[in-house]
């Protein structure tokens, strides 16, 4: 019963997780906020973490048995996939992506001022987005697995790794109608969480 509660409570969280930034959401706050929208993403980072801490905390008190260990030289191979993904992470968000943009910082220091945003220009391609279009979040699927032990993280990654593979879909269909046709092209070029296979387009 336990394991079926936490699950719930995960699908539950991905879900508020993915309503407060969709289209459709953002919206509705936009015209509501009006000027104010820029601190949005701020709020939103700061709650989701905020509820994220406290899930994990209340899973750890859960399934405290070690099922799965790792021996040489699957230990090796766990620490290289463990690592690799946290370099795979950082190294993206910091040298590929915009972090400020995505803490909501820089729309807060943009606050009152008018952005216009090339399409064509604002779609990097260079780094590890000429590989794969969302590192970060194959990165954090890399991450979950190597972090398995317990019944309960297998059950959590499950959920997660099906939420994130949603979400990236997701934010690619939002990414298409902010960007139009330059993300559609880049989509065709670049695929979409593993790399060096043929892209295929959303």
């Given at each position: 019963?336990?394991?079926?509660f ?22 509705v ?11 949005y ?51 993206a968000f ?5 972090s ?37 979040y194959?990165a954090?699927?890399?991450y ?12 959590i990654n ?8 949603i ?14 046709d330059?993300y ?8 979409m ?10």
């Amino acid at each position: 019963m336990n394991y079926l509660f936490i699950c719930v409570v995960l699908v539950w969280y991905c879900f508020l997780h993915s309503f407060l930034i969709s289209i459709w959401f953002t919206k509705v706050i936009n015209r509501l906020s009006k000027k104010y929208y820029a601190f949005y993403r701020l709020f939103y980072v700061l709650f989701s973490l905020l509820l994220l801490v406290l899930l994990i905390d209340y899973t750890s008190q859960f399934d405290n048995k070690i099922i799965i260990s790792y021996s040489f030289p699957w230990s090796i191979l766990r620490y290289a996939l463990m690592y690799g993904s946290l370099l795979l992470f950082f190294w993206a968000f910091f040298f590929n992506y915009d972090s400020l943009s995505f803490f909501g910082i820089r729309q807060i220091l943009n606050y009152r001022k008018v952005v216009t945003i090339n399409p064509a220009e604002a779609i990097k391609k260079n780094g590890l987005l000429g590989v794969i279009r969302h590192p970060m979040y194959l990165a954090l699927i890399i991450y979950l697995w190597s972090q398995t032990f317990k019944l309960i993280d297998i059950l959590i990654n499950i959920v997660l790794t099906i939420y994130v593979i949603i979400g990236t879909k997701l934010e690619e269909k939002k990414l298409v109608l902010e960007f139009g046709d330059a993300y559609v092209k880049y989509q065709h070029e670049v695929p979409m969480l593993i790399p060096f296979i043929k892209p295929k387009a959303v």
